[in-house]
């Protein structure tokens, strides 16, 4: 028996969220993002939230949705600034908002690190450049790297395409973007996907996740059926 | 008297921003793995032959990106770093974001192509902030573009809009990388910038001597 949580309701995903959390939100534009347990976290009502994600929310819905709701205190992105990310753009220039840019490369292998267990990292990605000020910087083999430290997540919410009953996931195309790095560098990890399969269906050759990074499922064809 | 092989091509018209992406496709080695900036650069895709066997990198995840989709192709689940939807090509290959950054950090890409605001006589680039005091800072993938592939092709205007040269001696706006661009596509010259300056490889609508009179940075003529 897996220890992975089933779960055809979203709130339940989410209810373990606390205020003050650091929460890595997947995505890459709408490929991947993981609306429904967004949308579940603005119900759910935690405050104070520190997001992490490669944007800062398109529109009224999803990710603008919760910064809209007052819920979060910063924001750690790569491009927060998007023709549509007004939400964001009026929080922050009010300076309700708390911004860290960190390009987007940085981000992920800044993840990757903390779910890899590697205490910081030098990378070339940024030197010279105004995202590298106060940060320890050193020459290797010729090459000038950044010090760059680990952002471990309290929570992940992602999305997938398919998980068994063990927690693997797959994803599909480039909807796989941030997932599976976010899933292995969060206390917990939810995710949302599109349907669940038994034990056994999905190849392990293929298996992109596997279930020890999965801590939450949220089944959407559950909640579907019984919608209707 | 000494040789050179830059060509002044002054009997027409600066290059169209097509013909710039023409060019850079005709330089791009067949065979090559390139990734595409968004904007200008995703031009280039549109001048490269089928046969040439080069595979285009999007770093949201994907090796081997095709064209934009249409109609019935468009799947939300496929799109490429300017979120616009694509197609595969046969043998394209997925991959998560940490693996895509990483195989352009690690030098594995061959070739990118990226817009800019100014590029410096020795290769610094700024293309992510204007540094504006209400400019929300917005950097994506550029910084890591900007150091990862072998080959940094820079594609632009040669001035800005106000009339300012974007090719200069050292960058104003807040840089992208240092010393990170190889080439300058522009529509009035192909410039190679590095450590030793500027050589002028090519010139469309003007030669080297006027171009000169037009620049703050000293231009060398390509070596016979």
Not at chain 1, 163 to 168: Q, S, V
Not at chain 2, 13 to 30: F, N, Q, T, V, W
Not at chain 2, 126 to 146: K, S
Request: with cysteine.
């Amino acid at each position: 028996m897996s220890r992975t949580a089933f779960h055809d309701d979203a709130d339940a995903a989410v209810a373990g969220v606390r205020d003050g959390d650091t929460v890595l939100v997947g995505g890459f534009g709408m490929a991947g993002m993981p609306v429904t347990l967004i949308d579940a976290l603005i119900r759910h009502g935690a405050a104070d939230l520190t997001v992490v994600s490669n944007n800062a929310g398109n529109g009224d819905t999803g990710l603008a949705a919760l910064l809209k709701a007052g819920r979060v205190r910063k924001v750690v992105c790569s491009f927060p600034r998007q023709s549509d990310s007004y939400v964001f753009d009026e929080l922050y220039r009010s300076g309700a908002l708390e911004l860290e840019v960190v390009p987007q490369g940085n981000l992920a292998e800044r993840m990757r690190a903390a779910g890899a267990g590697i205490g910081a990292f030098f990378s070339p990605t940024g030197v010279g450049t105004p995202l590298a000020e106060g940060k320890e910087t050193r020459t290797i083999d010729g090459r000038d790297y950044v010090l760059e430290l680990p952002i471990k997540g309290d929570v992940a919410l992602i999305a997938a395409h398919r998980a068994d009953r063990t927690g693997n996931l797959v994803y599909r195309k480039t909807a796989r973007n941030f997932g599976p790095v976010m899933a292995t560098a969060a206390a917990s990890t939810i995710v949302e996907v599109r349907a669940v399969v038994e034990t056994g269906a999905l190849d392990p050759e293929n298996v992109v996740t596997p279930g020890i990074y999965v801590d939450h499922v949220l089944d959407l064809a559950a909640i579907r059926e019984a919608v209707a | 008297m000494t040789t050179t092989s830059t060509i002044e091509h002054t009997d027409r018209e600066p290059l169209s921003k097509h013909e710039i992406a023409a060019i850079i496709a005709r330089d791009i080695p067949s065979g090559s793995y390139v990734n595409l900036g968004i904007g200008q650069p995703t031009l280039v895709a549109d001048h490269l032959d089928a046969d040439s066997g080069v595979v285009l990198h999007t770093e949201n995840g994907m090796l081997g990106m095709g064209r934009a989709a249409e109609g019935d192709e468009i799947d939300p689940d496929l799109t490429n770093a300017g979120k616009v939807p694509v197609v595969e090509t046969p043998g394209c290959s997925y991959f998560h974001h940490a693996d895509s950054f990483a195989m352009m950090r690690g030098g594995h890409l061959d070739v990118c192509v990226l817009g800019a605001f100014q590029v410096s006589e020795h290769g610094d680039l700024a293309n992510w902030h204007t540094g504006a005091p209400d400019a929300i800072p917005a950097v994506g993938g550029a910084m890591d573009l900007a150091i990862g592939a072998k080959d940094v092709l820079v594609m632009m205007t040669l001035f800005a809009k106000d009339g300012s040269s974007k090719l200069v001696p050292s960058c104003t706006y807040p840089l992208t990388g240092v010393g990170c661009v190889s080439r300058v596509y522009t529509d009035l010259a192909l410039f190679e910038v590095g450590p030793d300056g500027v050589t002028v490889l090519e010139t469309w609508s003007l030669t080297v001597d006027e171009l000169a009179e037009r620049l703050d940075v000293p231009l060398r003529r390509a070596k016979g």
